[in-house]
């Protein structure tokens, strides 16, 4: 099973919502999308199926908001490192 986010921290009052879900060979092919386009992936079976249970466009459930900031909070930390280094060199 794989589940994508997307979240646009510019856009006021913006919440993550999902984009994509799937199992199987879907879920093959998300995961491939999120590789070919350098995307970070983490593997949390628990929460993926919390997250495939909501609707594609809408919202990430309430219970699944302290899960999905940690995730972010890493991915956003991550980005700005990588950006960091890549300008000193």
Do not use: C
Not at 83 to 89: F, L, N
């Amino acid at each position: 099973m794989a589940v994508a986010i997307e979240h646009r921290p510019t856009v006021s009052a913006s919440l993550p919502k999902i984009v994509a879900s799937g199992k199987g060979n879907i879920a093959e092919r998300i995961l491939d999308i999120a590789f070919a386009e350098g995307v970070r992936v983490r593997k949390d079976a628990d929460l993926a199926e919390m997250l495939a249970a909501a609707d594609i466009e809408t919202e990430i459930p309430v219970e699944a908001f302290i899960a999905v900031a940690e995730i972010l909070r890493y991915v956003y930390a991550a980005n700005d490192l990588t950006t960091q280094e890549v300008s000193k060199s």
